[in-house]
């Protein structure tokens, strides 16, 4: 949650809390990494309200680097990885399991990159208005590439999927990013994971349909 330390961290307790009910939802060994979804959204939402309090007390600063790089490699570093690899770890056809593979093999790739600007180059967040924003001195040439291809690696799976529902979880997450980029870009690291969070929603509806369909055909 981007927008103080107190709605970040009731922001990743609700959402936690979501993310506990829609674990208790699941009914296939297939669905627990889609499942526990909103789980690693509640933990980035609270490690994000720690960066508040360090950033708010500088007695903290020592704890600075830490709860920033925390927050980025869930942002930037495991996002890309963990949807195609929910979506693929679900996905029953062979033929859309190909192309999923395609995304999470993007998905590392980026991931790989993100790990290794983010301990080679600095990274330093600072509050904005009702913001934080994650200022880094990565490279600039790379910057819009590396941020097309987390768009590709995290939302197309959603649209690729055969699983009942994830196209509308797809839209919502492009939607989101959309009103982030066009608003809020300085802060679109932050903002977006806010928006994104609040479409945990939509996971837990996704496999509380699918466990109801689940039990009435038994």
């Given at each position: 949650m981007c927008f103080s330390a107190g709605a970040s961290f009731a922001g990743?307790?609700?959402?936690s809390a979501i993310g506990v009910a829609t674990v208790l939802k699941v009914h296939k060994p297939s669905q627990i990494v889609f499942a526990s979804i909103p789980l690693f959204f509640g933990f980035q939402q609270i490690v994000e309200g720690f960066v508040w309090l360090i950033l708010q007390h500088p007695g903290y600063a020592q704890y600075q680097n830490l709860a920033t790089h925390i927050y980025l490699v869930m942002a930037e570093v495991f996002w890309p990885v963990m949807v195609p690899l929910a979506v693929l770890y679900m996905e029953k056809?062979?033929?859309r399991r190909k192309f999923l593979w395609v995304f999470l093999t993007m998905g590392i790739s980026l991931s790989l990159y993100y790990i290794f600007c983010l301990f080679t180059f600095n990274v330093r967040p600072e509050i904005m208005?009702?913001?934080i924003e994650y200022k880094d001195n990565f490279p600039n040439s790379l910057h819009?590439?590396?941020f097309a291809i987390y768009l590709i690696a995290s939302i197309t799976p959603l649209f690729i999927s055969s699983v009942?529902?994830?196209h509308l979880?797809?839209?919502l997450m492009s939607l989101s990013c959309?009103?982030?980029i066009i608003?809020?870009?300085?802060y679109l690291t932050s903002v977006w994971c806010f928006f994104a969070a609040l479409i945990s929603i939509v996971i837990f509806w996704i496999l509380r349909d699918a466990k109801r369909k689940y039990k009435a055909y038994r």
């Open positions: 990743g307790v609700i959402i056809d062979k033929k208005g009702y913001h819009l590439i590396a009942k529902r994830t979880l797809g839209i959309l009103i982030t608003f809020f870009t300085q």
